[in-house]
């Protein structure tokens, strides 16, 4: 049983839509050479490359971006959204490691969301 990625993300009261093909998201922004996901705070949405891409890099793209939209939502203003300027760098640091730790510590995971209603799961497969 596969799971398909999320297409809707919720950081508390905000849904993030999550989207694998970028024209879907209504926005001027560039994507630049080599990136391979990005979030648009201002639109709600998230964009992830699956096209040549492992699961395993989608996951980690996701779930880096899903920091940035923590970041964002947070309201923490940070200094920086370039490759190397502070957010970026902090958020490549721990991104990584975190799925590594949820990958090796399913049980963390398991007592992390124990005692909370399941929201509704959309793009979960039988
Ligand atoms: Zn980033």
Not at 68 to 90: A, F, M, R
Request: with cysteine; proline share 6%.
């Amino acid at each position: 049983m596969a799971e398909l990625m999320p297409t809707e993300i919720h950081f508390g009261h905000v849904t993030y839509t999550v989207h694998t093909d970028a024209t879907e998201i209504n926005t001027d922004e560039p994507i630049g050479q080599g990136q391979v996901g990005a979030s648009f705070h201002q639109l709600r949405a998230i964009w992830v490359l699956t096209e040549g891409m492992t699961l395993e890099q989608q996951q980690n793209t996701l779930l880096h971006e899903v920091l940035h939209c923590c970041v964002n939502v947070s309201g923490l203003q940070v200094p920086g959204k370039g490759p190397d300027e502070t957010e970026e760098v902090y958020i490549s640091a721990i991104s990584t490691p975190l799925h590594g730790v949820l990958i090796d510590n399913p049980e963390l995971h398991a007592w992390l969301v124990q005692g909370y209603p399941q929201r509704h799961m959309m793009g979960m497969t039988e």
